[in-house]
């Protein structure tokens, strides 16, 4: 019997920690499946950051390194530099990268390091229990922001893509989501495309993935996804930011 | 190669690509600019990495990187800069990678300045990162004796898996002195990096993951145990001081780094007073030198510790001296640097300044 579709040899055996409805497991899955077919998993080593992705070290069947909080790209330079011939990719979420991290992120987007950075963004704080992100959205309840995220007070839900599309050093941007199949295959294809562009040395790529975190939204997974389409792509609409390729070609 | 005279801070620089340093990770600060401006040409030339970060914060995460993949990297920074790269060192001591952290202490607290000091001791041996952790700590008196260190710290650091700290101040970093880079190192049988993360085709059938999270405590106090075992051995076989002239002294300064050099000179003059002063002088900070404390002739009248800080070392002092002494100290801080005869004074009129 032909075997139609099977677990990605991208990903180990271990058991996922992530919250049922969490896209986690599916954007994991579309790195995993991309770094297979590329050719590039032998040579990938992952950087996992501080929150509910902490233990994709566990996941991703490749070499792994932990970073301290935000400072994945830091870190994913430091072994870039020396070893330019490995896949190095972080794996990081809007707190771990839209916050603390965003000098490192800036940074390495501007020296064009050759890495690839998948960004989740779910606009909450996930791992700590539902905090305020910088892409909360205006008058989403968090357990920092109660009576919902007040512009005045907290400014606006920060626009990550928006802001990297201006910088020299990128080579590739966008931002998809995986709320139904169209959208996950689009994710793929983009993701899959970093990873290219990554082995092709163009410099710094990065998708950013709108993605969902039902538990401390409140709501059920399918509602999640219907959250994720009303409020949050009017906020952060998917696109493509920028393509150093398409310009060259 | 025969003598050159060098500055200390350019000599740090090539005593590390003497010891083989592949990667350099840095962010500008006074007093220790001439560690990456010197690498910034002669490193690259050599066809390694040289990279400018965009902070402290971030230097000391691309040495974890580099350090996980299994190079020889380094970083080099000052007082505040070195309580940025703390975090990471904590990091990097809890993933057990090897890395050498040269710090070229400034005054202090806060910004400070950016005349001499050893304010920083404390900040060196007690570590700001989080958790139970220490770096094997040098802290020399010449340029000579810190080109030695630093040529054999990545050897250290490769053999224990574990961060090396060249601890100078100011003036070390920017005197000059005649110096020789071709002294015999010390030979150590090194293991293949085989933990290194640099991709699976290297090292088929294992992944290899730097790491320092360990949520189950049971699994975590393992961790701590193995690291104290670790430091243990360190503690017997690294350990590093001079004594000297301990024949049966009246007094016996402690002191480390270039307030070393000036207690010799206070030595050679309170000879000419007729007091005769012995030197304990630490060359490894962490791990001290606690069992040369027990040399000390039982009639010596006191120790008095030394130090461009305001009593950092003195703990460790009272501690080794574990109640046997009277034990006196003598600082300046803030780029204050003493004349020999200000510890002359302190000898002879010790009894004034005995803390304990």
Redesign the interface.
């Known amino acids: 019997m032909e075997v139609k579709y099977a677990k990605s040899k991208g990903l180990t055996d271990k058991p996922l920690t992530y919250c049922p409805g969490c896209a986690h497991g599916i954007v994991h899955k579309l790195v995993a499946e991309s770094l297979v077919e590329l050719g590039l998993l032998d040579r990938a080593i992952a950087i996992a950051s501080v929150g509910c992705s902490v233990f994709s070290y566990e996941f991703f069947n490749c070499d792994a390194q932990q970073a301290p909080h935000g400072r994945a790209c830091a870190e994913a330079t430091g072994i870039k530099r020396v070893l330019p011939d490995s896949i190095v990719f972080t794996y990081q979420g809007d707190g771990d990268l839209a916050s603390i991290g965003i000098a490192e992120t800036i940074h390495a987007a501007n020296r064009g390091e050759n890495i690839t950075v998948i960004f989740i963004n779910n606009a909450i704080y996930g791992m700590t229990g539902g905090q305020m992100a910088p892409t909360s959205l205006i008058g989403q309840r968090t357990t920092t922001s109660q009576d919902g995220r007040d512009q005045a007070h907290h400014g606006s839900p920060i626009h990550i893509s928006e802001m990297f599309a201006t910088i020299e050093g990128v080579a590739y941007l966008e931002r998809v989501s995986v709320y139904d199949p169209k959208h996950v295959i689009q994710a793929k294809k983009a993701i899959k495309k970093a990873f290219q562009y990554q082995n092709e040395k163009r410099g710094f790529t990065m998708i950013e993935v709108v993605s969902t975190c039902p538990v401390n939204w409140g709501m059920k997974p399918t509602d999640a996804m219907k959250w994720v389409q009303d409020k949050m792509l009017p906020v952060f609409p998917l696109g493509l930011f920028k393509d150093k390729g398409d310009q060259n070609a | 190669m025969a003598k050159v005279l060098m500055k200390g801070n350019e000599a740090i620089a090539l005593a590390a690509m003497k010891g083989g340093l592949?990667?350099f990770?840095g962010y500008p600060i006074t007093p220790q600019n001439e560690v990456p401006e010197y690498l910034s040409k002669h490193l690259i030339d050599a066809g390694k990495?040289f990279?400018q970060?965009?902070?402290e914060?971030?230097?000391i995460?691309?040495?974890?990187?580099?350090?996980?993949?299994g190079?020889r990297?380094m970083t080099s920074s000052s007082s505040p800069g070195i309580a940025l790269k703390q975090?990471?060192i904590s990091?990097i001591a809890a993933?057990e990678l090897p890395c050498l952290i040269v710090s070229v202490m400034r005054g202090g607290p806060g910004l400070g300045g950016i005349q001499p000091s050893q304010g920083d001791y404390y900040q060196a041996t007690r570590g700001g990162g989080n958790g139970d952790y220490q770096l094997i700590v040098y802290a020399p008196e010449s340029i000579q004796e810190t080109i030695d260190v630093v040529k054999g710290s990545f050897d250290t650091a490769d053999f224990y898996r574990v961060p090396v700290m060249v601890l100078v101040d100011g003036l070390i970093g920017q005197m000059m002195e005649s110096v020789d880079f071709e002294r015999p190192m010390k030979h150590r049988e090194l293991q293949p990096k085989d933990w290194a993360?640099?991709?699976?085709?290297f090292h088929?059938g294992r992944?290899?993951?730097?790491?320092?999270?360990h949520l189950d405590p049971a699994l975590l106090e393992q961790h701590n145990f193995h690291l104290q075992a670790k430091y243990r051995e360190i503690k017997k076989n690294e350990t590093m001081y001079e004594m000297i002239n301990m024949d049966n002294p009246d007094y016996v300064i402690v002191a480390y780094g270039t307030m070393a050099r000036i207690a010799r000179s206070a030595i050679e003059m309170l000879k000419e007073k007729g007091i005769n002063v012995g030197m304990i002088r630490p060359i490894t900070i962490w791990p001290y030198p606690e069992k040369a404390f027990d040399l000390i002739p039982t009639n010596t009248k006191g120790i008095l510790c030394c130090e461009l800080s305001m009593g950092q070392m003195l703990d460790d002092v009272l501690i080794a001296n574990n109640g046997r002494h009277k034990v006196g100290f003598f600082g300046r801080a803030g780029g204050m640097v003493p004349d020999p005869d200000e510890i002359v004074d302190a000898i002879v009129n010790f009894k004034d300044k005995v803390v304990k």
Do not use: Q
């Not at chain 2, 995460?61 to 993949?69: C, I």
């Not at chain 2, 993360?197 to 085709?201: F, S």
């Not at chain 2, 992944?207 to 999270?213: E, F, G, K, V």
């Open positions: 592949d990667a990770y990495v990279l970060a965009e902070s914060v971030s230097a995460n691309m040495v974890y990187g580099a350090a996980g993949a190079k990297v975090e990471g990091y993933a993360t640099v991709g699976t085709k088929p992944r290899n993951i730097a790491n320092s999270l």
